[in-house]
Each structure stands twice: as C-alpha cells, then as structure tokens.
Nanobody, 121 residues
C-alpha cells in the first residue's frame, strides 16, 4: 500500500518563500508524472505544477517564474519551492503521484493529505 505524506506548509508574509515536500512510502516500482495541486476556500482544485518521469516540468501561468517543482526519485520525494508568495497563493496544497505499483507495470494515482499554505498581506 502506498502512502504520501506532505510537509512544509505554514504561514508566511507576502513576498516570502516556502518549500513543500511530499514523500512516498510503500511498494513502488517506478515513478511517472508527479504533480502539485491546490484548493482555495470555495474554489475548485487546480493544477499548479507537474514534473514528468523524465524530469520535464510544466507550470500554471499564475505561478510560472515563482514556483519550482523538483523531485528526488532515490528519496521518493517531490518538492515545490515557492518564492515571491502572494495572498492569492493561499490554499491547501496536495501532491499527486502516478506510480508503477505492480510487477506487470500496473499504475495508479495517489494523493497526499494536503498541507495548508497561508500568505498574509
């Protein structure tokens, strides 16, 4: 059984920085795309950034040039470096991994529990 545990959220002033981490544990045979999503109160969950299995990254326009997604497969960990934070970045941030969890190549999507990021003005 795979579990994702997030950390690194908190309260920060506008213009500040935070680094989120998401560590996977369990029986994992490979990593496909890994992503960060966020959900603000009263809004739908939105995709923030994605990194593919070969390391290609893509970002939502709202965070481009401010956020950086990275991963360490050896540590089963995904990161999100967030700089120049704005009050509108306030949300619960979730990680999602698409993992190879079976010897025959079966895959599945797994979500973290979410971590709160609050940016004060």
């Amino acid at each position: 059984q795979v579990q994702l545990v997030e950390s690194g959220g908190g309260l920060v002033q506008a213009g500040g920085s935070l680094r989120l981490s998401c560590k996977a544990s369990g029986t994992i045979f490979g990593f496909n795309a890994m992503s960060w999503y966020r959900q603000a109160p009263g809004k739908q969950r939105e995709l923030v950034a994605t990194i593919t299995g070969v390391g290609s990254a893509d970002y939502a326009d709202s965070v481009k040039d401010r956020f950086t997604i990275s991963k360490d497969n050896a540590k089963n960990t995904l990161y999100l470096e967030m700089n120049s934070l704005k009050p509108e970045d306030t949300a619960v941030y979730y990680c999602k991994f698409n993992l190879v969890t079976g010897l025959q190549g079966s895959t599945g999507d797994y979500w973290g529990q979410g971590t709160q990021v609050t940016v004060s003005s």
